[in-house]
């Protein structure tokens, strides 16, 4: 990588914004208009940078064209929200987009105005381009921004803007055919001269032929949607017997997610990294890449953290890398924002082959911006008012190391099952960055853009949820990214580790607790990584919580029996104030000493727990008796723990130091019997772990499965989930409501079996 003089601030050339704006009628889209940004909180505006250009490189034309002065966000959720943070920075408007589920979403509420675009279901809103083409003509949105997914590598929507006068802010239709299309791009790139992984790329599906093409290959063999993205339309099949319905799971994802049922079939390769490349092309032939990213720690395909630089490659490697990307998208006269992938041998990095190209802005562009200083947004922006790029291959600096980390609802016990709900509570951890990017976008001493030298923390969280925000069925389950940068991967690490701690979720099951874990990890700290590393140290320290003791858990369910006590106190004192007008004898502060309240709790390690809490002074004694042993705490104060009331009996308590625990206070005896419930079906039966949609039943009543066979396919937050025998068995009998395309909530018994 290239390395340039010293970054400096400097304003971007003032241009004057144009103001005419389309008239155009609204068709016959339906569209509800919502109230302008009521209550937004204004984020503080970090000034735009350039650089210092060095005397042998050009100077850019001095009349720059102008930014747009309105653009349509075709998207929801953090990335809709990212990209309206850069538009208030320029002082441009945005208009946003939303299906009737997300009438209340933040991407709403941020937008100066938003349009109702059709029901929850992507197929009638997200992905409706004519609903949003009305949009943006009513609105008088010059410039559509797709975000990532929906329609972001849709051709067809890009040609479509194209014929309408409304820019579309990504690559040209014909660069999207090219490079969005996973067997073309490796076509385009064979002819490059770049290796590809072995594998059938053709236009022939059916399912025979490519059973026998996976053979020629191979097992293990990759099924991967030829336009797809996010692990999405991507099944593994370890031998012949599992490929014919991992091809039918596969061609149904990519039907759903891109309107594309079209796959290919690879070599799986068992121990790759994903080490992806940044790159940016104008319309003036111009193309850079900008750093690298590892993206190789995933489950089920999907990336959970991404890091820049990519550890232990060497420096002509990384120069390779890029230069390989960059010719790939000259090659197709590519425009904007786009990543191309690679996958590198784990032990011998630098064979490497081309997997794909993303021709859209990617969800972990952030740590591109950490260690670049760049704003990819407002790079979108300047591209596609038809600009030169801000800055050439010679004039990019790369600086530090970042690393981003996915905070999804989803269940990681349960091989992370995705969850869904309301976000009771949730808090952010310190951020030093407000807006974009990081703090190398706002003024430092001496006026220095950058933080080499400088042990200063930045840490910055993109996101589209709020505490009361509702985490949908039908939506990624992502909640947010945490984004991090040291001087180097060691320090970078510890922020990480640091901010962990901090986030705090009650609702929905997150995977924060698996990524404290991750950051701990040893392999991961030395930078060990590849895309089976989960499944590789899944038994050394990922899952669970095997860095917090249970002397540490006890204490922390002390902390949350004091706000118990402290609650039902403040209850007291105030029934007694409204009742009598005073407090009564047992919240009277002089007798506060002498109280001693018990409190019968659940904990899911622990067990049944008593706890006994004392007020001492300012402080408070507990003891906390279990079932191995009891311990004593002697002068608990609260400063800096928080509790949560997650439900009517459960509670969720977050320690300072990071530990988290959750339990529920038992009712008493007669109280459970009183309020005793029928219980649901146990035992021999199979239940829908979450909210979904059924999408087939594969078995019918009398009929004999083996242990592991797939009974039921469910799709929730746009993941199907195969549903398998626990044991070998004869089906009992099928739910009425079992059938494809009906809706079922958690815990609907769907199969049961004949008793053993």
Same mark, same amino acid.
């Given at each position: 990588?290239?390395?340039?003089?010293?970054?400096?601030?400097?304003?971007?050339?003032?241009?004057?914004?144009?103001?005419?704006?389309?008239?155009?009628?609204?068709?016959?889209?339906?569209?509800?208009?919502?109230?302008?940004?009521?209550?937004?909180?204004?984020?503080?505006?970090?000034?735009?940078?350039?650089?210092?250009?060095?005397?042998?490189?050009?100077?850019?034309?001095?009349?720059?064209?102008?930014?747009?002065?309105?653009?349509?966000?075709?998207?929801?959720?953090?990335?809709?929200?990212?990209?309206?943070?850069?538009?208030?920075?320029?002082?441009?408007?945005? &208009?946003?987009?939303?299906?009737?589920?997300?009438?209340?979403?933040?991407?709403?509420?941020?937008?100066?105005?938003?349009?109702?675009?059709?029901?929850?279901?992507?197929?009638?809103?997200?992905?409706?381009?004519?609903?949003?083409?009305?949009?943006?003509?009513?609105?008088?949105?010059?410039?559509?921004?797709?975000?990532?997914?929906?329609?972001?590598?849709?051709?067809?929507?890009?040609?479509?803007?194209?014929?309408?006068?409304?820019?579309?802010?990504?690559?040209?239709?014909?660069?999207?055919?090219?490079?969005?299309?996973?067997?073309?791009?490796?076509?385009?790139?064979?002819?490059?001269?770049?290796?590809?992984?072995?594998?059938?790329?053709?236009?022939?599906?059916?399912?025979?032929?490519?059973?026998?093409?996976?053979?020629?290959?191979?097992?293990?063999?990759?099924?991967?949607?030829?336009?797809?993205?996010?692990?999405?339309?991507?099944?593994?099949?370890?031998?012949?017997?599992?490929?014919?319905?991992?091809?039918?799971?596969?061609?149904?994802?990519?039907?759903?997610?891109?309107?594309?049922?079209?796959?290919?079939?690879?070599?799986?390769?068992?121990?790759?990294?994903?080490?992806?490349?940044?790159?940016?092309?104008?319309?003036?032939?111009?193309?850079?890449?900008?750093?690298?990213?590892?993206?190789?720690?995933?489950?089920?395909?999907?990336?959970?953290?991404?890091?820049?630089?990519?550890?232990?490659?060497?420096?002509?490697?990384?120069?390779?890398?890029?230069?390989?990307?960059?010719?790939?998208?000259?090659?197709?006269?590519?425009?904007?924002?786009?990543?191309?992938?690679?996958?590198?041998?784990?032990?011998?990095?630098?064979?490497?082959?081309?997997?794909?190209?993303?021709?859209?802005?990617?969800?972990?562009?952030?740590?591109?911006?950490?260690?670049?200083?760049?704003?990819?947004?407002?790079?979108?922006?300047?591209?596609?008012?038809?600009?030169?790029?801000?800055?050439?291959?010679?004039?990019?600096?790369?600086?530090?190391?970042?690393?981003?980390?996915?905070?999804?609802?989803?269940?990681?016990?349960?091989?992370?099952?995705?969850?869904?709900?309301?976000?009771?509570?949730?808090?952010?951890?310190?951020?030093?960055?407000?807006?974009?990017?990081?703090?190398?976008?706002?003024?430092?001493?001496?006026?220095?853009?950058?933080?080499?030298?400088?042990?200063?923390?930045?840490?910055?969280?993109?996101?589209?949820?709020?505490?009361?925000?509702?985490?949908?069925?039908?939506?990624?389950?992502?909640?947010?990214?945490?984004?991090?940068?040291?001087?180097?991967?060691?320090?970078?690490?510890?922020?990480?580790?640091?901010?962990?701690?901090?986030?705090?979720?009650?609702?929905?099951?997150?995977?924060?607790?698996?990524?404290?874990?991750?950051?701990?990890?040893?392999?991961?700290?030395?930078?060990?990584?590849?895309?089976?590393?989960?499944?590789?140290?899944?038994?050394?320290?990922?899952?669970?919580?095997?860095?917090?003791?249970?002397?540490?858990?006890?204490?922390?369910?002390?902390?949350?029996?004091?706000?118990?006590?402290?609650?039902?106190?403040?209850?007291?004192?105030?029934?007694?104030?409204?009742?009598?007008?005073?407090?009564?004898?047992?919240?009277?502060?002089?007798?506060?000493?002498?109280?001693?309240?018990?409190?019968?709790?659940?904990?899911?390690?622990?067990?049944?727990?008593? &706890?006994?809490?004392?007020?001492?002074?300012?402080?408070?004694?507990?003891?906390?008796?279990?079932?191995?042993?009891?311990?004593?705490?002697?002068?608990?104060?609260?400063?800096?723990?928080?509790?949560?009331?997650?439900?009517?009996?459960?509670?969720?308590?977050?320690?300072?130091?990071?530990?988290?625990?959750?339990?529920?206070?038992?009712?008493?005896?007669?109280?459970?019997?009183?309020?005793?419930?029928?219980?649901?079906?146990?035992?021999?039966?199979?239940?829908?772990?979450?909210?979904?949609?059924?999408?087939?039943?594969?078995?019918?009543?009398?009929?004999?499965?083996?242990?592991?066979?797939?009974?039921?396919?469910?799709?929730?937050?746009?993941?199907?989930?195969?549903?398998?025998?626990?044991?070998?068995?004869?089906?009992?009998?099928?739910?009425?409501?079992?059938?494809?395309?009906?809706?079922?909530?958690?815990?609907?018994?769907?199969?049961?079996?004949?008793?053993?």
């Amino acid at each position: 990588m290239l390395r340039t003089t010293q970054l400096v601030l400097r304003p971007r050339v003032a241009v004057r914004r144009g103001a005419a704006l389309a008239t155009a009628a609204l068709a016959s889209a339906r569209m509800v208009p919502v109230v302008r940004q009521l209550h937004v909180r204004r984020e503080p505006i970090a000034p735009s940078i350039t650089v210092r250009r060095a005397s042998t490189v050009a100077s850019p034309p001095t009349g720059l064209k102008p930014l747009p002065a309105k653009i349509l966000i075709a998207n929801r959720g953090e990335i809709a929200c990212r990209i309206m943070r850069t538009c208030r920075r320029l002082g441009i408007s945005t &208009v946003a987009v939303f299906s009737e589920a997300d009438a209340k979403a933040q991407h709403v509420r941020l937008a100066d105005e938003a349009y109702c675009i059709g029901p929850a279901a992507s197929a009638e809103s997200y992905l409706r381009q004519d609903k949003i083409l009305a949009v943006a003509q009513r609105t008088g949105a010059t410039m559509i921004h797709p975000g990532y997914g929906f329609l972001s590598e849709n051709a067809a929507f890009a040609a479509l803007l194209e014929q309408s006068n409304v820019t579309f802010m990504g690559p040209p239709a014909s660069a999207i055919d090219a490079m969005g299309s996973k067997s073309a791009s490796k076509e385009i790139m064979l002819a490059a001269g770049v290796p590809c992984v072995p594998g059938y790329h053709g236009s022939n599906q059916d399912p025979t032929f490519l059973a026998q093409e996976a053979e020629k290959i191979g097992y293990p063999v990759l099924i991967k949607a030829v336009k797809g993205g996010g692990g999405k339309g991507m099944k593994i099949a370890d031998t012949p017997a599992e490929f014919g319905d991992a091809l039918e799971s596969a061609q149904r994802e990519a039907a759903k997610s891109f309107g594309d049922p079209t796959v290919l079939i690879e070599k799986y390769l068992t121990a790759p990294r994903h080490v992806e490349v940044q790159v940016f092309a104008d319309k003036h032939g111009n193309a850079v890449y900008i750093s690298e990213r590892d993206c190789s720690v995933q489950r089920r395909h999907q990336k959970i953290i991404e890091e820049a630089p990519a550890p232990h490659l060497a420096e002509e490697l990384r120069r390779e890398l890029g230069e390989k990307a960059v010719a790939a998208a000259k090659a197709v006269g590519y425009v904007g924002a786009g990543t191309v992938e690679f996958i590198l041998d784990a032990k011998r990095p630098e064979n490497f082959y081309f997997m794909e190209m993303n021709t859209r802005l990617q969800v972990e562009h952030p740590v591109t911006e950490m260690v670049s200083g760049l704003d990819l947004v407002e790079w979108q922006l300047e591209v596609a008012a038809g600009n030169r790029l801000p800055l050439l291959q010679e004039e990019l600096k790369i600086e530090g190391h970042a690393f981003e980390a996915r905070i999804y609802a989803e269940n990681t016990d349960a091989n992370f099952l995705p969850d869904t709900g309301r976000l009771v509570h949730v808090a952010l951890p310190s951020t030093s960055t407000l807006t974009h990017s990081n703090t190398a976008l706002a003024p430092r001493s001496g006026g220095v853009v950058g933080s080499e030298g400088q042990a200063e923390a930045v840490v910055r969280v993109d996101t589209g949820f709020v505490s009361g925000d509702e985490i949908s069925v039908h939506y990624d389950p992502m909640i947010a990214k945490l984004i991090v940068k040291g001087r180097d991967r060691t320090e970078a690490l510890r922020i990480m580790a640091n901010a962990l701690n901090q986030y705090q979720v009650v609702g929905p099951s997150t995977n924060i607790q698996f990524l404290k874990n991750l950051v701990r990890h040893p392999k991961f700290i030395e930078g060990q990584v590849e895309t089976g590393f989960i499944a590789k140290h899944g038994e050394t320290g990922l899952f669970g919580d095997p860095y917090t003791s249970e002397v540490q858990l006890q204490e922390a369910v002390a902390q949350g029996a004091i706000w118990l006590y402290q609650r039902d106190a403040a209850a007291a004192l105030r029934g007694g104030e409204a009742a009598e007008g005073k407090a009564s004898i047992w919240t009277n502060p002089a007798f506060r000493p002498a109280q001693t309240r018990r409190f019968e709790l659940q904990h899911k390690t622990l067990g049944p727990l008593r &706890v006994s809490v004392t007020p001492v002074d300012d402080a408070f004694d507990v003891k906390v008796e279990a079932k191995q042993a009891t311990e004593e705490f002697k002068g608990l104060r609260t400063t800096g723990v928080t509790t949560v009331e997650a439900t009517r009996t459960g509670l969720t308590t977050f320690m300072p130091t990071g530990v988290v625990t959750s339990f529920s206070i038992v009712a008493p005896g007669w109280f459970a019997k009183i309020s005793e419930a029928a219980a649901g079906p146990v035992g021999d039966a199979l239940a829908s772990p979450m909210p979904s949609k059924i999408v087939d039943c594969k078995v019918k009543a009398g009929q004999q499965v083996k242990k592991g066979e797939t009974l039921v396919i469910l799709e929730a937050m746009k993941t199907e989930i195969a549903l398998k025998a626990p044991r070998d068995a004869v089906i009992k009998s099928i739910s009425g409501k079992c059938k494809p395309g009906a809706l079922v909530p958690e815990a609907t018994t769907l199969v049961t079996f004949e008793s053993e």
